[in-house]
C-alpha cells in the first residue's frame, strides 16, 4: 500500500470548550454504558493500601462528559473502600487535546467528581491511547467512551466520500478495514500493559448493526452536500475538498471481543417528537459534527488550523447542515457496541 499520509494531519477539537458544548449525542449515547462501569467498579479486585487505586479515562477530550461515568465509578468504589482512600483518575488525550479546558471544567463546574470528594486526585496525560500511556499493571479500572472509533492515521483518500461507511470504492473500504483491525489489535495490546491483573475496561464506540448499517446517514449526507456546495460556491478548493477524510470506522459484532452492539437511543428524535421544533433538530445534529469531525475536515485546508478562515468554514459547514436537516428530519440509526474487556489474573 502506498503511503497516503500526506491526505491526514492530526487535528485537535475545536478548543474553548466547543466539545463541552456540542457533545449531547455523545454524553446520552454513553449512559447505557456507565451502568456496565458500576457493575465493573462492583467486581473489580482492588489493589490492597498503600497502592494506588487508579482510573485511567482513554479519550477524555474537554472532560464534560467524563463526569457522570467517573461519578458512577467512584461512587461504587467508595462504598467497598470508604471515604478516606484516595483514586486517581487519569483522563487522556492526544498532546493537542483542549486540557485547560479540561482542568477548568474539573475544577469549577459544580457538577464535577472533584467538587465533593477530597480525597479524589485528578491528571491528564497528552498521548495517543495507541501506545502505553500509564505505567505497567497500574490501572484498575478503565473507561473508554466515543473515542476507539478514531482510526491512528487515514490508510487512504476517500474519492467519493468523507466517511468510508457510505463509499462505493472497494479499495478504500479495504484499506480503512485493515486499519481498524489493526488499531483495534493495538489498543488492546496497550490496555493489556497498562491494566492491572483483573481489572476491567468498559468500551463505547461507534459500530455497525448486524446488517451492516454505520448509521447517522441522514447527517453524512448533509454534511457531503454542504461541501459539495462550498466548493462549487468557491468558499472550499477541489484539492481541499478531495483531502477531507473523517478518520473513523464502525466495526462489527465479529470485530470486537465478547461484544455487546446495540443501537442507541436517538435522543434529538425524541425531542423532535414533542416539539416538532425543525431547527432545533438540525442545529443539534449539526453540533454533534461540527464537536467530533468539522476540526478533522477543516485541517484539510491549505491555510493554518485556528486561523480566520477555518472558523468561517466550520461556521458555514454547521449552517448547512442545520438547514438541510431542519428542512426534512428523520431519525438517526445510532449503532454503538458497549463492552467490558477483563484482563485475566495470572496464576504462575
Same mark, same amino acid.
Given at each position: ?10 487535528a485537535?477539537m475545536e478548543?474553548n470548550?466547543?466539545?463541552n #458544548?456540542?457533545?449531547?449525542v455523545?454524553a446520552?449515547?454513553s449512559?447505557?454504558a !456507565? ?8 467486581a ?5 493500601? &498503600?497502592?494506588l487505586l ?8 474537554e472532560?464534560?462528559?467524563s =463526569?457522570a &461515568?467517573m461519578?458512577?465509578a467512584?461512587?461504587?468504589?467508595r462504598e467497598r473502600?470508604? #471515604?478516606?482512600r484516595a483514586? =486517581?483518575?487519569?483522563?487522556t488525550?492526544?498532546?493537542d ?6 482542568f477548568q471544567?474539573?475544577?469549577n463546574?459544580s ?5 465533593? $470528594?477530597?480525597?479524589? =486526585? ?9 501506545v502505553q ?5 497500574s ?5 473508554s467512551?466515543?473515542a476507539i472509533q478514531?482510526?491512528s +492515521?487515514?490508510?487512504c483518500?476517500i474519492p ?8 462505493? $470504492?472497494?479499495?478504500? +473500504? ?5 486499519q ?5 489489535r ?5 490496555r493489556?500493559?497498562?491494566? #492491572?491483573?483483573g481489572?476491567?475496561l468498559?468500551v463505547?464506540t ?7 448499517d454505520f ?12 461541501l !459539495?456546495d ?5 468558499l472550499?478548493?477541489q484539492?481541499?475538498?478531495r483531502r477531507? !477524510?473523517i478518520?473513523?470506522?464502525?466495526r462489527?459484532?465479529m470485530q ?7 443501537n442507541g437511543?436517538?435522543?434529538i428524535?425524541?425531542e423532535?417528537?414533542?416539539n416538532? $421544533?425543525a431547527h432545533?433538530?438540525g442545529?443539534?445534529?449539526?453540533? =454533534?459534527c461540527r464537536a467530533s ?6 485541517a484539510s @485546508? $491549505?491555510?493554518?488550523r485556528g486561523?480566520? #478562515?477555518s472558523?468561517?468554514f466550520?461556521?458555514q459547514?454547521e449552517?448547512?447542515?442545520t438547514a438541510r436537516?431542519?428542512?426534512?428530519p428523520?431519525?438517526?440509526t ?6 467490558? @474487556?477483563l484482563?485475566?489474573i495470572?496464576?504462575?
Amino acid at each position: 500500500m502506498s503511503d497516503q499520509s500526506e491526505f491526514f494531519k492530526p487535528a485537535p477539537m475545536e478548543g474553548n470548550g466547543a466539545y463541552n #458544548r456540542s457533545s449531547s449525542v455523545q454524553a446520552a449515547g454513553s449512559l447505557p454504558a !456507565v451502568r456496565l462501569l458500576e457493575r465493573a467498579a462492583r467486581a473489580v479486585p482492588l489493589p490492597p493500601a &498503600p497502592e494506588l487505586l487508579v482510573l485511567a479515562d482513554y479519550g477524555s477530550s474537554e472532560g464534560h462528559n467524563s =463526569f457522570a &461515568p467517573m461519578t458512577a465509578a467512584i461512587a461504587k468504589l467508595r462504598e467497598r473502600v470508604g #471515604r478516606s482512600r484516595a483514586i =486517581f483518575v487519569f483522563h487522556t488525550d492526544l498532546p493537542d487535546n483542549d486540557f485547560t479546558a479540561l482542568f477548568q471544567t474539573l475544577g469549577n463546574d459544580s457538577n464535577s467528581y472533584l467538587s465533593t $470528594d477530597p480525597a479524589i =486526585f485528578a491528571g491528564a496525560i497528552g498521548r495517543s491511547y495507541f501506545v502505553q500511556i500509564l505505567p505497567a499493571s497500574s490501572v484498575t479500572l478503565g473507561w473508554s467512551a466515543w473515542a476507539i472509533q478514531w482510526l491512528s +492515521r487515514v490508510p487512504c483518500a476517500i474519492p467519493d466520500q468523507v466517511q468510508v461507511a457510505y463509499s462505493h $470504492d472497494l479499495s478504500a +473500504r479495504s484499506a480503512f478495514t485493515e486499519q481498524a483491525a489493526e488499531d483495534w489489535r493495538t489498543f488492546l495490546t496497550m490496555r493489556s500493559r497498562e491494566l #492491572r491483573n483483573g481489572a476491567r475496561l468498559v468500551v463505547l464506540t461507534m459500530a455497525t448493526d448486524d446488517s451492516g448499517d454505520f448509521g447517522y446517514r441522514p447527517v453524512v449526507d448533509a454534511l457531503y452536500a454542504t461541501l !459539495v456546495d462550498m466548493v462549487d460556491q468557491g468558499l472550499i478548493r477541489q484539492e481541499e475538498f478531495r483531502r477531507m !477524510v473523517i478518520p473513523t470506522f464502525g466495526r462489527t459484532r465479529m470485530q470486537f471481543i465478547e461484544p455487546f452492539a446495540k443501537n442507541g437511543d436517538d435522543r434529538i428524535w425524541t425531542e423532535f417528537e414533542a416539539n416538532r $421544533d425543525a431547527h432545533a433538530f438540525g442545529a443539534q445534529w449539526a453540533a =454533534f459534527c461540527r464537536a467530533s469531525v468539522f476540526p478533522t475536515l477543516a485541517a484539510s @485546508l $491549505d491555510e493554518a488550523r485556528g486561523d480566520a #478562515r477555518s472558523a468561517t468554514f466550520m461556521d458555514q459547514l454547521e449552517a448547512g447542515i442545520t438547514a438541510r436537516l431542519s428542512a426534512a428530519p428523520v431519525q438517526m440509526t445510532i449503532p454503538l457496541a458497549q463492552m467490558t @474487556l477483563l484482563k485475566a489474573i495470572d496464576e504462575t
